[in-house]
C-alpha cells in the first residue's frame, strides 16, 4: 500500500493533534469532529475541512509540498465565541512541534490567520483558520 498524498498525511496529523486533545474536544462536543462536508443533523459546534491547495516546493532534490488549508469551525446560533474558542484551541495545539505524518516530514506548521464571520443572510457565525505548511517527502 502506497503513503497517502501529502495533502491527506496532514489532514490525518491535523485529526490525530485535535482529537488528542481534551480541551478542545470539549469545546467541540466531547469528540474532535472534523468533518469534509456539514453532517446530517449534526449540531455545532464542530468543524470542518475547507478549501486545501498544495503546491511543489522541492528544493536542491527534495520533495517538499507547499500546503495551504482552511478549517471552519460553525458556531453554536447566536455565539461567535463557541467558534472561536475552539479556533483558537486548534491554533495553540498548532504552534506544538513535531507532528508525525505519515509518507512525509513535517518542516513547518503555522497558522497565518483566524477569522470570524457571520453570513448576514443565515445569520450562521463562524471562525475560520488559514493554516500553511510544508512538508517533504521521506
Partial sequence: MSDPSPLLALRAGLLARFAADPA??????????????????????????????????????????????????????????????????????????AMPLQGCRLVLLRVSALKAHRNPRTGEARASLTVEAVTETT
Fill in 24 to 97: 478542545l474536544v470539549a469545546l467541540l462536543g466531547g469528540r474532535a469532529r472534523l468533518h469534509d462536508e456539514p453532517p446530517p443533523g449534526s449540531v455545532p459546534v464542530y468543524a470542518l475541512f475547507g478549501d486545501a491547495e498544495i503546491r511543489d516546493d522541492s528544493v536542491d532534490g527534495a520533495a517538499r509540498h507547499l500546503h495551504r488549508h482552511e478549517i471552519a469551525v460553525i458556531a453554536r446560533p447566536g455565539s461567535v465565541r463557541t467558534a472561536l474558542d475552539a479556533a483558537e484551541r486548534m491554533a495553540a495545539l498548532l504552534g506544538e512541534p
